[in-house]
């Protein structure tokens, strides 16, 4: 081979290894551009679907093998492929047990996401106390269970009913490093959250005479900060305790609020942003579009 050649080949080598370490610099696919994506693209079919793409399966918690609250039921995908997922603790209301949201556990899981549906220590526990043990179930949750491994333990957010959505806003309050925080028809005595600095979708229900929206869930709404990604979402035909039956509203738009920031999955940012309007199901939606987390 001429010295020329040779020069030349050397040449066309060193460019086509650049190019390949330039593209490894480069942002790939999307799954590499967020790489807590978890799932197939979502439509509004596969948000209000029963169930989503991953089979799950769960294991209960003693009350006896914890501290700080009273046991509950982990749900979880089974597939070990896509790595850990983000984690979701849900607590009950005043004077119920965790069956009463038992069917959020396998239908948020199935999303893509390892949701502890929780007992309390008494049925009769405040709000504040409620926010405590939503923080120590998350903790055992990353910290010792069975499931540890499958959970990023920075990407966590808190749910709950009545009491529980008043114990969600105080866990949310305490730990401002929580990615999303959803009260379902909550009720606290305190009315003002200025202090929240996750992510909220607060929802109601234009029926509720247990904890009316005029005294709850608006007042919890507009206190929180301006500059915060929040939503409000009252359900249209809907009573107190309409989170406790299976309900596809309560569902879509959960699903949507904590994969945009649990997994800050800008795919389900589609179904916040235009807010969406009213409709049979939705008497109010108001929100922080665009959002910018």
């Known amino acids: 081979m001429s010295t020329s050649r040779s020069r030349t080949l050397r040449l066309a080598v060193a460019a086509a290894a650049a190019t390949a370490g330039l593209a490894a610099l480069m942002p790939g696919a999307q799954a590499a551009d967020n790489p807590y994506e978890r799932g197939p693209a979502p439509s509004n079919a596969s948000i209000e679907a029963v169930r989503g793409p991953y089979a799950t399966s769960r294991t209960t918690v003693s009350s006896l093998s914890v501290r700080g609250f009273g046991g509950g039921t982990i749900y979880y995908p089974t597939s070990t ?173 959960s699903i949507s609020w904590l994969k945009r920031f649990i997994d800050n999955d800008t795919r389900y940012e589609q179904f916040l942003c235009p807010l969406p309007s009213t409709s049979l199901t939705i008497a109010d939606y108001q929100g922080t579009c665009p959002h910018t987390s």
């Open 81 to 253: 492929s896509d790595g850990t997922f983000g984690a979701v603790v849900i607590a009950p209301g005043f004077t119920a047990y965790q069956s009463s949201i038992a069917w959020l556990g396998p239908r948020l899981a199935s999303q893509g996401f390892v949701v502890f549906t929780i007992d309390t220590n008494t049925t009769s526990d405040q709000p504040a106390s409620r926010g405590d043990q939503l923080l120590a179930a998350l903790d055992h949750l990353t910290g010792s269970s069975a499931v540890r491994s499958r959970v990023d333990s920075s990407r966590l957010g808190v749910m709950g009913h009545s009491m529980g959505g008043g114990g969600t806003l105080e866990a949310a309050k305490d730990r401002p490093s929580l990615q999303a925080a959803i009260p379902l028809t909550g009720w606290n005595t305190d009315k003002t959250w200025p202090e929240v600095q996750t992510p909220t979708l607060v929802i109601g229900a234009d029926g509720d005479t247990v904890a009316p929206v005029g005294t709850h869930s608006k007042p919890f709404y507009n206190s929180l900060p301006g500059s915060l990604d929040k939503a409000y979402l009252e359900l249209r035909g809907a009573t107190h305790f309409t989170p406790n039956t299976s309900n596809t509203t309560i569902a879509k738009y």
